[in-house]
């Protein structure tokens, strides 16, 4: 349920971020872009990590 909001939710800070650095600053539009980005990867990763948490209990000891 929370990767359906977690993705647009990323889309849309990074499209904001892309529309207020365009053509002013581009290494940090860069930088927030990457940032971002790798915002979406560990919040995947850690639902990803939940489910498998909660689906499989003996598999994943956290």
Do not use: D, E
């Amino acid at each position: 349920m929370l990767i359906i909001f977690a993705i647009p939710l990323c889309a849309l800070f990074s499209y904001l971020t892309f529309k207020l650095y365009r053509g002013k600053h581009y290494k940090q539009c860069l930088v927030m872009g990457v940032l971002s980005l790798c915002l979406i990867l560990f919040m995947l990763g850690c639902l990803g990590l939940g489910y498998l948490w909660f689906t499989y209990p003996g598999v994943v000891n956290l």
